[in-house]
């Protein structure tokens, strides 16, 4: 069938309606179609059997990656300056809560300005190099992230449940741990370069990260291997230390009331009537850290499982918000890990007492960071 070099009014309306239709999926066209030639060959033969987008989509996640950005990159920025610049802060136990809060910046600094362009092209416009490049740095400050988490959370351990019994961390410890960390980290992000998986586009093709859906075994069992070491290894390493954790001051309360008891005093602390118990608060903060982390990081790993063994249909858009779930785990950690620190809120209180909540620098008490509130209560115990 032909078509009139010089079509009618009807025709064009009947050409104009199907472009329309096609920007919404409903032609022949896949989310591929856009994405330049020099990329084609690192698309998986999956991703074309999906229409395109809705614009709005793109819209919607360009928005919300940019304020994801936006608050990560500044509150991250702002753990790092506090705790750099505050003499009171410059502790070894802090030097581990600075590298997560490092990793987090960098994750965003890397990840946000990215996937905002690509979502206003509606794909990936940066080239094949720095596709692989964007998987990897996610990857890298993810596992960065994660480990920092799992060694907090050793420290917080170390020092409440083992109590003066401990070696306290040095300066130099901490800085081993930090070291060890980063090469671990990069040992795991590095390979597929080397030819163990590879980085890919995914989803809407506006974002890159490992190949889930490789044919080939020897890839796939990178993505099963990896999740071991970054994903149940250090899940399970956090919920055992706050596991003891919440134990050890909830014996420690215990004890502290039985002793008031004896004495005939209402409290060994003047201000526990105006506080929830120290067992409470802690365990609120571990089942926080864990949940959060737990929240971000298992719809990637649901996506990579399901892509590996070929389980359900994989959609760009469900491929994408969890990606971009992920990646929001780096504006957890600096309210988890920053915000709720005692000493960090007086220290922003006197640096920014614009953006405190707080009507004075005074705190009673909180366990975000534990190790400080209990851990000078421990030794009474």
Avoid at 140 to 164: E, Q
Avoid at 293 to 305: D, G, H, R, S
Avoid at 343 to 372: D, H, M
Wanted: hydrophobic content about 45%; glycine content about 6%; some cysteine.
């Amino acid at each position: 069938m032909t078509i009139s070099m010089d079509p009618g009014p009807g025709v064009a309306a009947l050409q104009a309606w199907g472009g329309q239709v096609a920007a919404y999926g409903a032609a022949n066209q896949t989310v591929v179609d856009k994405v330049p030639q020099d990329m084609l060959h690192m698309v998986d033969p999956h991703w074309y059997q999906f229409p395109p987008m809705n614009p709005l989509w793109h819209g919607l996640l360009g928005f919300t990656i940019g304020v994801l950005g936006f608050i990560s990159i500044t509150g991250n920025g702002m753990v790092i300056y506090i705790f750099s610049s505050t003499k009171s802060l410059k502790t070894p136990s802090n030097l581990l809560v600075v590298n997560l809060a490092f990793s987090d910046f960098l994750m965003m600094c890397a990840m946000s300005p990215a996937m905002v362009v690509n979502c206003y092209y509606e794909t990936w416009v940066f080239g094949p190099f720095a596709c692989e490049l964007y998987g990897c740095a996610g990857s890298l400050f993810g596992c960065a992230s994660i480990w920092t988490m799992t060694m907090i959370a050793f420290d917080r351990y170390n020092v409440i449940v083992k109590g003066i019994a401990a070696k306290p961390m040095t300066n130099n410890g901490a800085l081993l741990r930090i070291l060890g960390i980063w090469v671990f980290s990069l040992a795991w992000t590095l390979a597929p370069f080397f030819g163990w998986n590879r980085y890919v586009p995914e989803g809407n093709m506006t974002a890159c990260g490992t190949d889930y859906l490789s044919k080939e075994w020897f890839s796939r069992s990178y993505i099963l291997i990896y999740s071991v070491f970054v994903y149940y290894t250090p899940l399970l390493l956090i919920i055992y230390s706050y596991f003891f954790i919440v134990q050890a001051v909830a014996a420690h309360e215990k004890a502290m009331r039985e002793q008031a008891k004896k004495m005939n005093v209402a409290s060994l602390r003047s201000s526990e009537a105006a506080n929830t118990s120290a067992e409470c608060k802690l365990a609120k903060v571990a089942l926080m850290t864990i949940s959060l982390w737990f929240m971000a990081w298992t719809p990637y790993l649901v996506i990579n499982y399901t892509g590996v063994f070929e389980s359900a249909p994989i959609s760009p858009l469900a491929t994408i918000w969890g990606s971009l779930f992920a990646k929001a785990n780096a504006v957890y950690n600096p309210i988890v890990y920053g915000i709720s620190h005692p000493k960090y809120r007086a220290a922003l209180y006197q640096k920014f007492p614009s953006l405190s909540c707080q009507a004075s620098p005074e705190e009673s008490g909180s366990v975000a960071s534990g190790t400080t509130a209990v851990s000078e209560e421990k030794p009474a115990a």
